[in-house]
């Protein structure tokens, strides 16, 4: 079983930062087999893709993120980061941390953290 657990969210006001955390673990985790990603969903939609990077440090984001977004991980802490910037109300959301196995596609998912974009 794969634990996944997500970190950092808060309120912050347009134009503002946020950085997210995520540390996955298990009991036989390999983190280097993960591919790790950033989804998010507000109130009344469906849950969106954000940001997702490989072992590899290959990236890939949703479009309204390029050049907002920078997800980044550290393979020696089993840890991935999302830096938000120049944040908009419409980035308000529940952000969820996944870990994606690279050859099975098995999905672990983390309980979310809230970011607030507000005046």
């Known amino acids: 079983q794969v634990q996944v657990v997500e970190s950092g969210g808060g309120l912050a006001q347009p134009g503002g930062s946020l950085r997210l955390s995520c540390a996955a673990s298990?009991?036989?985790?390999?983190?280097?087999?993960?591919?790790m990603g950033w989804y998010r969903q507000a109130p009344g939609k469906q849950r969106e893709l954000v940001a997702t990077?490989?072992?590899?440090?290959?990236?890939n984001y949703a479009d309204s993120m390029k050049g907002r977004f920078i997800i980044s991980r550290d393979n020696a802490k089993n840890t991935v980061v999302l830096q938000m910037n120049s944040l908009k109300p419409e980035d308000t959301a529940l952000y969820y941390c996944s870990a994606r196995h690279m050859t099975w596609g098995t999905d672990y998912w983390g309980q979310g953290t809230q970011v607030t974009v507000s005046s």
């Open positions: 990077i490989t072992s590899s440090d290959s990236t």
């Open positions: 298990g009991s036989i985790f390999d983190f280097n087999w993960y591919t």
